[in-house]
């Protein structure tokens, strides 16, 4: 992580948007001719995202006021912070992943 904040301090990224919607820019041959049974559960889990998501604005800001302030960590989700204490406690204390308690709203 220590290498990746040196290499991001140095470079000059862009961000792009709208990468749930990547059938923008693919070409017609290539079209998507709607849900298979198999891709309900995805669209299922991008619905899912979408409706917790925050504003693309707000999540850029937030990286903008990161960058100045020379911050790796960005939490564009303040009601995850518990899940990134509850992964941070579990590392720390030499147990195994599990999944984290639901977000608080």
């Known amino acids: 992580m220590r290498t990746a904040h040196a290499r991001l301090r140095r470079a000059h990224c862009r961000y ?4 749930g919607h990547s059938q923008r820019n693919r070409p017609a041959r290539y079209s998507d001719a709607g849900p298979v049974p198999a891709n309900r559960s995805a669209e299922a889990a991008r619905k ?3 409706d917790f998501g925050v504003p693309p604005r707000t999540i850029g800001d937030a990286v903008v006021r990161a960058v100045r302030e020379e911050r790796f960590h960005v939490l564009t989700h303040p009601e995850c912070r518990n899940h990134v204490k509850h992964r941070a406690q579990r590392i720390l204390d030499g147990q195994n992943p599990t999944l984290p308690p639901p977000p608080e709203k």
């Open 16 to 19: 792009g948007q709208g990468s």
């Open 48 to 50: 899912a995202f979408e």
